[in-house]
């Protein structure tokens, strides 16, 4: 298993945050032993004062372009190697669930990446929610990050459910047995998101609830100061 060549690839990139996780949870574990969890950093890591939709959607859609390019890079290495692996898609089965196959927020709190925060998503240290994660699935065991099984979040904090243009936020701290439903009501969130499709032609983005975490913020349009940052 190339997992030093793997460590080299992504050591390269020092932006980018990851991790190995075991996913003997998952119903995948009887294929793939490991999950490499990433977080690309949005192209631009917006504030509730710079924030609008539309930059929001470019700086998900750059951290996507770049994390197809990763993962491109690793998919080679892992197939020069004769090493099985699978790359779990983002988009969610159905309408009714709104839940992907793999989650890849389950596998990030697992590698260690970060934890769950009263906004639903994954809050790193260093960009706070403010990442695109992407994972694959691999035959082979690793040395595996520590995972996260509680929230971090302070426990006074309600920035992110003040922002919440629908109030679908719950103002429940994340343990790793929390239910996706004791913390957000998604159904009304994507209810609210999709009332913009006769506008946008897709979802609304909406990413006040991520703009507004503390976590990773940069004051005011500063450059971000990464020493107390996580690896
Ligand atoms: S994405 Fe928007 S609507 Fe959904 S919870 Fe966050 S702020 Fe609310
Ligand atoms: S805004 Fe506050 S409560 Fe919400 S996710 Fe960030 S730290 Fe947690």
Known sequence: ?????????????????????????????????????????????????????????????????RLEAVVAEIE???????????????????????????????????????????????????????????????????????PKTRSECPEDCTLCMDICPCKALKNRLWTIDSQRVEIIDYQRCNRMRSAHIPRLGRKSACGLCLAACPFGQTSKGQKRDDRNADP
């Open 76 to 146: 080679a290495l892992l197939r020069s190697r004769g090493v099985r692996y699978w790359v779990p898609p983002v988009a969610q089965e159905n309408e009714t669930e709104l839940l992907a196959p793999f989650s890849f927020k389950f596998a990030a709190v697992n590698a260690g990446l970060g934890w769950i925060g009263k906004n639903d998503v994954v809050i790193t240290r260093r960009y706070g929610p403010r990442v695109r994660l992407s994972a694959i699935l691999i035959d082979a065991p690793f040395a595996y990050g520590q």
């Open 1 to 65: 298993m190339p997992e030093k060549e793997l460590r080299a690839l992504l050591d390269a990139q020092p932006d980018i945050l990851w991790g190995f996780a075991d996913i003997s949870y998952s119903p995948y574990a009887e294929r793939y032993a490991s999950a490499l969890v990433f977080a690309v950093p949005y192209g631009e890591q917006l504030t509730p004062e710079t924030y609008t939709e539309e930059r929001f959607e470019n700086g998900i859609q750059s951290a996507r372009v």
